[in-house]
């Protein structure tokens, strides 16, 4: 399995900043890297996907960039509403399709 | 709009078999699209249990050694997730997905809470 790291695995932020979160696959994996944004008792919500493809309906404030093992996605103004745990996926391998471990990010 | 819901029993004994159907709406099942089944529990986090490609392919993680049966029903637009000899260790949330292989998962369903106990 190609195995997704990220870091880090929480945050403490303030509305209105700026938020980078990391994700590192054990391979290469092109661009297949997809983000996720998830609340509590809620399924995942889609926000990015091929590394930097914003979803529709999705707040610009929300980017992602990155190729082959490095990725990152950042939240540009941090919003009340943005408070949640992270995830990226990689769609590369047949094998498994896999998650990072997720990153929390909290209210200052 | 795309909608998914999972049904199923939320108490399951050990060694028995998980079974769980997910009702789609808004697209057809048999549509340029792969489905998944991806669960999630404090102890795993998000795990991709498996999926159905466009062609009908069946592609499951080997992680579950050969328990799963994922399958469609096309006349009534659902998918199924069987998953056999389940331990404690299977117990989570389990989400039905549109999505799969080098692509992306943009609907899910609300997510089915199943025990083994």
């Known amino acids: 399995d190609i195995q997704m790291t990220q870091s880090p695995s929480s945050l403490s932020a303030s509305v209105g900043d700026r938020v980078t979160i990391a994700c590192r696959a054990s391979?290469?994996?092109?661009?297949?890297l997809n983000w996720y944004q998830q609340k509590a008792g809620k399924a995942p919500k889609l926000l990015i996907y091929s590394a930097s493809t914003l979803h529709s309906g999705v707040p610009s404030r929300f980017s992602g960039s990155g190729s082959g093992t490095d990725f990152t996605l950042t939240i540009n103004g941090l919003q009340p509403e943005d408070f949640a745990t992270y995830y990226c996926?990689?769609?590369?391998?047949?094998?498994?399709?896999?998650f990072g471990g997720g990153t929390k990010v909290e209210i200052k | 709009q795309v909608q998914l819901q999972e049904s199923g029993p939320g108490l399951v004994k050990p060694s028995g078999t998980l079974s769980l159907t997910c009702a789609v709406s808004g697209d057809s099942i048999s549509s340029s699209q792969w489905w998944s089944w991806v669960r999630q529990s404090p102890g795993r986090g998000l795990e991709w249990i498996g999926g159905v490609s466009q062609g009908g392919r069946n592609h499951d993680n080997a992680s579950f050694k050969s328990r799963v049966t994922i399958s469609v029903d096309k006349s009534k637009n659902e998918l199924s997730l069987i998953l056999t000899s389940v331990t404690v260790a299977d117990t989570a949330v389990y989400y039905c997905?549109?999505?799969?292989?080098?692509?992306?998962?943009?609907?899910w369903g609300q997510g089915s809470l199943v025990t083994v106990s």
């Open positions: 996926q990689q769609s590369y391998s047949t094998l498994s399709l896999t």
């Open positions: 391979l290469s994996i092109d661009r297949y």
């Open positions: 997905a549109r999505g799969g292989y080098q692509s992306r998962f943009d609907h």
